[in-house]
């Protein structure tokens, strides 16, 4: 094929000029992360820019080697973000934009898609091009010769501007099942062209692994002077595995999105896939000691995506390393590896035993343990913890999240719980004003050690007029309060059948600077269930502000 690589003369210059790649390892296994594109088509997912150039300075805290920050010439956000990251101090990421090879029978020097490309002054640049006939007939409407012709001309263009190009191979795995002489003669059309790197992408995610490890074997020994890489989604829940197993058969490039996100099934969780290359398989994937922050790096970018974080995701979640079984417990008091795959200090997360139902002495002993509390030398104590526990679960409490309600059960039965505060009554009304609104008003008694106070708080429901009357109650004697604030409240009915006087439980989680805790109530009536978890979440925050030396 000759390869036309036309006239730029009319191409915009004013973009910082990219540095060409440095020379690599060829058995270094190179992260591109697609958070910012591919990742944000997930339903419900919307970066701004700010959040999008806070990913990117975290991705590189993370030590990923490409960031794609997204399709500068699909809409002005990409635009905007490609324009202020270049203030941004990257100290290990190079940056990636991502377009579309040239339309059908169109030039190169006049599409408007390449043009911003290089006008992002991204290093990287990924193409994306069809390796299926049918997205290339029926999807493009042009000929398989055409669509050669549109890969090469565009990545010999980019390649003459000094950028590097990573080739995205659309639909390559399903383009191979139809017609794999025609899906290689697309990459290798693009390799030819001067791409430095091919992706072979499975787009509709349905590719299992014993495909990816063949095709992957038989591209790599076609091209061997290319670096070749993955792109895989998950709707076979395979986007990990296959990764991971394009990595075995001679990718040398992974491609994936933090936490998975990613349009219907998701991407491949790039997070998964760093932790089983280093851990797994013994390959430095990122560098040193970078590893340890992999779960609060995917916490903090779930919290920009405004996502709750999955507890069960794969390394990073909070019960990834949580267990209940109490015989399970009880092995992991002897042995901590027994019943973890790796250290979950690895990845900067932590074990955790679970209080429930199911628990047995090992469970209670080993989670007090976690929290500074040694019952080993008191089995009676024990004993009685974990009866109250079986008791209160039976009647609809929940201690597996609620780790500050259990360490104030485990205190109060130990007698080692000093009270700031005992409850004398509390009132509350609700009112609806001619205007349509609701307030309601809340009257707390209290006694504050030898003291008897009394205070009023206004709130947009009983739960919110119950805090302001209580901190109200309390801010003389406890100044420390005002680090104190509610996270997330919850509620759930726990049998609808009862209508409503269903028993309800209220999850309430609190935060200060230092870190959240989370505690339950159960009642049938909700405002009761909403005081027990609001007045044992302030509790618990006054003891970690008086353990940590807070005045009052």
């Given amino acids: 094929m000759t390869i036309h690589v036309p006239d730029n003369s009319r191409l915009k210059r004013d973009s910082p000029r990219a540095?060409?790649?440095?020379?690599?390892?060829?058995?270094?296994?190179?992260?591109?992360?697609?958070?910012?594109?591919?990742?944000?088509?997930?339903?419900?997912?919307?970066?701004?820019?700010?959040?999008?150039?806070?990913?990117t300075q975290l991705l590189d805290d993370l030590?990923?080697?490409?960031?794609?920050?997204?399709?500068?010439?699909?809409?002005?956000?990409?635009?905007?973000?490609?324009?202020?990251?270049?203030?941004?101090?990257?100290?290990?990421?190079?940056?990636?934009?991502?377009?579309?090879t040239r339309r059908p029978g169109r030039g190169t020097d006049d599409d408007p898609n390449l043009l911003a490309l290089l006008d992002s002054g991204a290093s990287v640049v990924a193409l994306v091009g069809k390796a299926w006939t049918l997205h290339v007939t029926e999807a493009l409407r042009t000929t398989l010769d055409e669509n050669l012709a549109m890969v090469a001309d565009s990545v010999a263009l980019m390649a003459a501007e000094g950028r590097r190009v990573v080739f995205d191979a659309e639909h390559f795995f399903d383009g191979w099942a139809a017609d794999p002489a025609y899906a290689m003669a697309v990459v290798r059309a693009a390799a030819e062209a001067g791409a430095d790197t091919v992706a072979l992408c499975d787009t509709n995610g349905g590719t299992l692994p014993t495909t990816v490890a063949r095709v992957v074997g038989e591209v790599a020994r076609a091209l061997p002077q290319v670096r070749l890489g993955g792109h895989f989604h998950d709707d076979a829940a395979c986007a990990v595995a296959n990764s991971l197993v394009a990595v075995a058969g001679g990718a040398?490039?992974?491609?994936?999105?933090?936490?998975?996100?990613?349009?219907?099934?998701?991407?491949?969780?790039?997070?998964?896939?760093?932790?089983?290359?280093?851990?797994?398989?013994?390959r430095k994937v990122l560098p040193p000691g970078r590893l340890a922050a992999l779960t609060t790096t995917a916490h903090a970018i779930a919290e920009l995506a405004n996502l709750v974080p999955d507890a069960r995701q794969a390394y990073a979640g909070s019960s990834a390393f949580a267990t209940k079984a109490g015989l399970h417990a009880s092995a992991i008091a002897r042995r901590p590896d027994a019943y973890s795959h790796v250290d979950p200090a690895a990845v900067g997360n932590r074990m955790r035993v679970l209080v429930s139902e199911l628990a047995g002495r090992s469970n209670v002993l080993a989670k007090a343990g976690?929290?500074?509390?040694?019952?080993?030398?008191?089995?009676?104590?024990?004993?009685?913890?974990?009866?109250?526990?079986?008791?209160?679960?039976?009647?609809?409490?929940?201690?597996?999240?609620?780790?500050?309600s259990f360490e104030l059960l485990v205190r109060r039965e130990a007698g080692r719980l000093e009270p700031p505060f005992s409850l004398e009554g509390y009132r509350v009304l609700v009112e609806r004003r001619p205007d349509g609104t609701d307030v309601s008003e809340a009257t707390v008694r209290l006694h504050v050690g030898d003291r008897r106070t009394v205070a009023v708080g206004e709130g947009v429901g009983p739960v919110h007029a119950l805090d302001q009357a209580l901190r109200r109650a309390l801010a003389d004697d406890h100044p420390e309060l005002e680090a104190v604030h509610l996270v997330d409240f919850k509620v759930r009915i726990l049998d609808g059948r009862a209508g409503t006087k269903a028993v309800t439980r209220v999850l309430i989680t609190s935060a200060d600077p230092a870190g959240e805790w989370t505690t339950v109530g159960v009642s049938d009536d909700i405002v009761t269930a909403s005081w027990e978890a609001l007045a044992d979440g302030i509790q618990y925050g006054l003891?970690?502000?008086?353990?940590?030396?807070?005045?009052g």
Avoid at 372 to 386: F, K, M, N, S, Y
Avoid at 543 to 551: E, F, I, N, S, V
Wanted: proline share 5%.
């Fill in 543 to 551: 003891l970690r502000a008086a353990a940590a030396g807070a005045p």
């Fill in 19 to 55: 540095v060409p790649a440095p020379a690599r390892d060829p058995e270094r296994v190179e992260l591109y992360d697609t958070t910012l594109r591919d990742g944000s088509q997930q339903v419900g997912l919307s970066f701004t820019v700010a959040d999008k150039l806070r990913v």
């Fill in 252 to 282: 040398r490039h992974v491609q994936g999105a933090a936490n998975g996100y990613g349009e219907r099934c998701g991407n491949a969780d790039l997070f998964a896939v760093v932790a089983g290359l280093e851990l797994k398989e013994g």
């Fill in 63 to 100: 030590g990923v080697d490409v960031v794609e920050g997204g399709w500068p010439g699909s809409n002005p956000k990409d635009a905007e973000y490609f324009m202020r990251v270049r203030d941004l101090p990257l100290r290990h990421a190079a940056l990636s934009a991502f377009g579309a």
């Fill in 370 to 404: 976690e929290l500074g509390l040694d019952l080993e030398a008191d089995a009676a104590l024990g004993a009685r913890v974990l009866d109250r526990v079986k008791d209160l679960e039976h009647r609809g409490y929940t201690f597996e999240i609620a780790d500050a």
